[in-house]
């Protein structure tokens, strides 16, 4: 595979506010080759979510391009799925119902009790079992945020975009949904984008981390995690998970502007 | 189940009794305030009348209310989708509603003397639109962006991400506004009524009591004016209750 999947070339783009344009994103570069999972983390407010937004065709960037699996990115897409820190589950749908609703927009060749069968195999891939026919408020968040995932991969896209899905969540049900996140990917191949504030996040999940810089954003370090075999969460307490956090996390503070970049004297 | 209709009709009989002991304990005659006693004999004597000018006020009041929905729900989406349509439009509709309806009333009755139906239809109709309208649009506009993503990054086209999210996500606000508006446009139905010569339903009826001094018809007038208007709101409650269900919370 040399054509990436997703690719990012050069993009510029700035929002139109009351004080004139603000610049979001300058001269961002991202490449995910198909299956690839891409974690990117950067400071606060830097352009992360834009940047999902690029990709899901949901915005055009000002300069620069997005492409996916060989197609310039004009527009919304049906091969594309997303989840958010918000699990926006429809109230007045149950779980299934939910979970079926991509379905009802993207052209499927399933019949109805495939649909069925597909939604209730992922639900039970989550752990969502027998929770089918409950609404959304019977559900604690971090089911809330399974229901959610499930619905992003329902009509099997070939890119799923996960802005901070995670964000909201406690630590422990934080670290059970990134094993159900493995789960998922081993049964269901898609190419990743996982925006995260939590670097253990990042390298648990990720086959390779972007941090981005600050306002406006561009591409500032990229750290590739060696997938060899399945991961385990012990395995973010051996030294090199600690040695590659601290490259993290300085290049975290690189981008805030709190430490000198490399290179430079501090 | 049974508690449920029990508790609301013995509290009605409460209510009707205190009514009836106060009127005889400060010995008041009829012509000051009637009693729950003088009613049955009101209801019998004029009860075609009820029936016929009942009727007249409860359609009326249903087409004005029917209307404003139609023309409050096409505002509300107008307001909620356009930023622009809402600036321009809202201090417009403010000012609209915050013109005492009282006032309109004589001038709409001399405006279109003698076309009863079209009066009355259309203050109950001015009088109610504004609360769904301003409940539709801002519904509509408070609908978080990524309800909206989910849908439009799947290539969803405005009208589909409308009836399958914005809408239904709208309705209980819908609905809280329809039981403030049934209510509004009954009021304005009954203004029209009262105040236009020779008018029709109750509203008229309730002024040709006060014309021949009829005090018991007067507040006979009253008693089946609230009645409609519980008819009307309970209405308004179940149609919540088949559409807007979800939106109730369970108690725990
Ligand atoms: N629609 C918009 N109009 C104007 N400015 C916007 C808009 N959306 C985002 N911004 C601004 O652009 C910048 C980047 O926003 P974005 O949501 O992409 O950041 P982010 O990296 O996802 O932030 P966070 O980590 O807090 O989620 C922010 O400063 C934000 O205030
Ligand atoms: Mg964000």
């Given amino acids: 595979m040399n054509k990436p999947l997703i690719d990012i070339k050069s993009v510029l783009h700035a929002y139109q506010t009351a004080d004139g344009p603000l610049p979001v994103l300058n001269g961002l570069d991202v490449a995910v080759p198909e299956g690839g999972f891409v974690a990117v983390v950067g400071p606060s407010g830097c352009g992360k979510s834009t940047l999902t937004r690029l990709v899901a065709g949901l915005m055009k960037p000002d300069e620069g391009e997005v492409w996916l699996h060989g197609e310039r990115v004009k527009g919304p897409r049906s091969t594309v799925g997303m989840a958010f820190q918000n699990p926006v589950l429809l109230e007045w749908r149950s779980i299934l119902k939910n979970v079926m609703l991509p379905l009802e927009i993207v052209p499927t060749k399933l019949s109805k009790a495939a649909q069925e069968e597909r939604a209730r195999k992922l639900l039970a891939l989550v752990g969502l079992e027998g929770f089918e026919d409950k609404r959304p408020s019977e559900l604690s968040g971090g089911m809330r945020q399974r229901a959610s995932l499930c619905r992003a991969l329902i009509h099997q896209p070939e890119v799923l975009i996960l802005d901070e899905p995670f964000g909201a969540l406690d630590a422990f049900t934080r670290e059970d949904l990134w094993q159900t996140m493995h789960a998922l990917k081993a049964e269901e191949p898609f190419t990743g984008v996982l925006i995260t504030h939590d670097l253990r996040e990042s390298i648990f999940l990720a086959d390779q981390v972007i941090v981005l810089s600050g306002r406006p954003a561009k591409t500032q370090y990229v750290m590739d995690i060696p997938t060899d075999g399945q991961r385990v969460l012990d395995d973010l307490y051996t030294p090199e998970a600690a040695e590659r956090l601290n490259i993290l996390r300085h290049q975290i503070e690189i981008a805030q502007g709190r430490a000198a970049p490399d290179g430079e004297a501090a | ?252």
Avoid: C
């Fill in chain 2, 1 to 252: 189940m049974l508690k449920k209709i029990a508790v609301p009709i013995v509290a009605t009989l409460i209510f009707l009794g205190l009514w009836e002991l106060l009127v005889w304990a400060n010995g008041w005659p009829n012509y000051i305030m009637a009693s729950p006693s003088d009613l049955p004999a009101a209801y019998s004597k004029f009860w075609n009348l009820f029936l016929i000018m009942g009727w007249q006020t409860l359609w009326r009041t249903v087409v004005g209310l029917l209307i404003a929905i139609a023309v409050g729900v096409a505002i509300g989406m107008i307001m909620g989708f356009s930023r622009t349509m809402r600036d321009a439009l809202y201090p417009l509709l403010v000012g609209f509603n915050a013109i005492p309806k009282a006032t309109v009333v004589p001038i709409v009755a001399l405006l279109f003397v003698g076309a009863h139906d079209f009066n009355t239809i259309l203050i109950a109709f001015m009088i109610s639109f504004f609360p769904i309208a301003v409940s539709v649009s801002i519904g509509l506009s408070t609908l978080e962006p990524e309800y909206r993503d989910i849908l439009r990054s799947l290539g969803a086209s405005q009208a589909t991400i409308f009836w399958k999210i914005a809408l239904p996500k709208t309705l209980p606000e819908f609905f809280g506004a329809l039981k403030v508006a049934v209510t509004l446009a009954f009021i304005g139905t009954n203004l029209m009524e009262i105040v236009s010569p020779h008018g029709r339903g109750l509203g008229a009826l309730f002024d040709s009591g006060k014309t021949n001094s009829d005090y018991p018809l007067m507040f006979a007038v009253l008693i089946a004016l609230a009645f409609l208007g519980i008819v009307l709101y309970y209405v308004v409650v179940a149609l919540e209750k088949v559409f807007a269900g979800w939106a109730e919370r369970q108690p725990s």
